[in-house]
C-alpha cells in the first residue's frame, strides 16, 4: 500500500498529579487587543486547553488552575505562537510578551525551571536559523567544506553546551527533560533509540526524576525509552547503563497515553495479554481508507483469538478524526502534535501508515516494514 512520509505531510500541513493547591499565570501580551489568549497543558496525553481569555486594550491577562504535585509542563498560545513552561511547587509565574515574536521576545519571572526552558527555545532558535543558513549555502554552493561535517560540528556544539548546562547540571528539573525532546527540523535533536551518548543523557534524568518524583509517568516513560535504547544499541557482551529494574515500567515497550474520542485516557500498556497491532495513521489521506479496511479484516478475522489495535491519529483536523473513527471497533486515540508527535518520534516513524506487532507480554515483536505476510505474523504471536 502506498504510504505517505511524515515530512511530506509537515510540508502539506508528567500526568498531572492534582494536589488540590492552585498556580496562577499573570502578565500582558502587548499589541494584542482583541485576540484570544490560550492557557493549555502539555502532557504525556497530548496538549490540553485548560482557559482562555480574549484580551483587552492593556493586554493583561491570569489564570487559575490546579498545581500538579510533580514537574508538568503547559503553554501560553495566541493563535499558533506558543510560550512553554513548567510548574512544579510554584505557585505564581509573571509572563510579559509582545505578540510580535510572541515565542521568543517574552519575560518570565517566578519560576527558575520556565527562564531555563526560555533560554533553551532561544537556543534551539538559533540552531534552526544556523540549519536553515547551512542549507541555503550548500545549495548555493558557497560551503568551503562538506554539508554533513558543518552540520555535524554544529548538533555536536549545541548538545555539548545543552548535555553540561541543563541536563548533567540539574537532571532532576523539568529544564532537563524539556532539553531531552527540543527539535531541530522536527526531529529529536537527542536521539535516545539510536546515540548511546544520547541513552546516557535520557537515563541521567530518568534516575534523578524517579528518585525525586518516584510516581510521576513521565519518569517511568523515560526509563522504557532508556531500556529500548540500550537494546538497540548494545554490542553482545556488553555491560552498558545500569538501571534499577524496580524503577523500570512493566511494559517492556515505550508507553503511549493519549485520549481517544469519548476523551478517556487509554494506555498502550494497558492492552497486556493480548496480541496488539500499534499503528500510526492520518485518517484525511489518500491511504487512510483504504488502510483502515485493511485493518477492519484483520480485526474482525483475529479480534475473538486476543487481538487488539491500538491506532495513533496524527490527523490535525480532530473533527474529522472523531468523525472517521466513530464507528471503528479499535482503540482509536488521537495525538495532538500530529506529524510532529513525540510518541511517533520515538518509535521512529518516518512515514504513514506505519504499524508495529507487540506480543502478549508487552513486548515489541516486529516492526510493520520487516512483515512479509502480516496475516502469517499476527497468527504466530496468537
Not at 515574536?101 to 532558535?125: C, H, P, R
Not at 534523578?208 to 537494546?231: C, D, E, Q, W
Not at 472517521?324 to 510518541?343: E, T
Not at 518520534?345 to 518516518?350: D, E, G, I, R
Request: charged share 25%; glycine share 4%.
Amino acid at each position: 500500500m502506498k504510504k505517505i512520509t511524515l515530512v511530506a505531510l509537515a510540508a502539506l500541513a508528567l500526568s498531572s498529579c492534582n494536589s488540590g493547591a492552585k498556580f496562577n499565570v499573570n502578565g500582558d501580551v502587548s499589541g494584542a487587543e482583541g485576540k484570544m489568549l490560550y492557557l493549555e497543558a502539555s502532557s504525556l496525553e497530548g496538549v490540553t486547553l485548560l482557559d482562555s481569555v480574549k484580551l483587552k486594550g492593556d493586554g493583561s491577562f491570569r489564570f487559575k488552575h490546579a498545581r500538579p504535585e510533580c514537574p508538568e509542563f503547559y503553554r501560553l498560545r495566541v493563535e499558533d505562537k506558543v510560550i512553554n513552561f513548567s510548574v512544579d511547587s510554584i505557585e505564581t509565574i509573571s509572563i510579559n510578551a509582545p505578540y510580535v515574536d510572541f515565542s521568543t521576545a517574552y519575560k518570565v519571572e517566578g519560576s527558575v525551571n520556565s527562564e531555563k526552558i526560555k533560554q533553551l527555545t532561544l537556543k534551539q532558535v538559533a540552531l534552526q536559523k544556523s540549519m536553515n543558513e547551512l542549507v541555503a549555502a550548500a545549495r548555493a554552493n558557497k560551503l568551503s567544506v562538506a554539508f554533513e561535517d558543518t552540520l555535524a560540528v554544529l548538533l555536536k556544539n549545541y548538545k555539548e553546551d545543552v548535555k553540561i548546562n541543563y541536563i548533567f547540571a540539574a537532571p532532576n528539573t523539568a529544564a532537563a527533560y524539556f532539553a531531552l525532546f527540543q527539535k531541530l527540523n522536527d526531529y529529536l535533536i537527542f536521539d535516545p533509540l539510536n546515540s548511546k551518548d544520547d541513552i546516557k543523557c535520557f537515563a541521567a534524568v530518568a534516575t534523578s526524576l524517579t528518585n525525586t518524583f518516584p510516581h510521576a509517568m513521565r519518569s517511568k516513560n523515560l526509563y522504557n525509552i532508556v531500556i529500548k535504547g540500550m537494546k538497540n544499541t548494545r554490542a553482545p557482551r556488553e555491560k552498558t547503563i545500569e538501571l534499577p529494574e524496580d524503577k523500570i515500567g512493566e511494559t517492556g515497550l515505550i508507553d503511549i497515553r493519549l485520549r481517544d474520542i469519548k476523551g478517556d485516557v487509554r494506555k498502550l500498556s494497558d492492552l497486556k495479554g493480548k496480541v496488539v497491532l500499534l499503528d500510526f495513521s492520518v485518517y484525511q489521506t489518500q491511504t487512510g481508507a483504504p488502510h483502515n479496511l485493511m485493518l477492519r479484516e484483520l480485526y474482525n478475522e483475529y479480534a475473538s483469538q486476543g487481538f487488539e489495535i491500538y491506532q495513533v491519529s496524527l490527523d490535525a483536523d480532530e473533527h474529522f478524526w472523531k468523525t472517521s473513527a466513530d464507528n471503528l471497533p479499535w482503540i482509536c486515540v488521537r495525538d495532538g502534535d500530529g506529524v510532529y508527535s513525540a510518541n511517533a518520534n520515538v518509535y521512529n516513524v518516518k512515514q504513514v501508515p506505519s504499524f508495529f506487532l507487540i506480543n502478549r507480554n508487552n513486548e515489541l515483536s516486529v516492526r510493520g516494514e520487516s512483515v512479509k505476510d502480516l496475516k502469517a505474523a499476527i497468527q504466530t504471536l496468537l
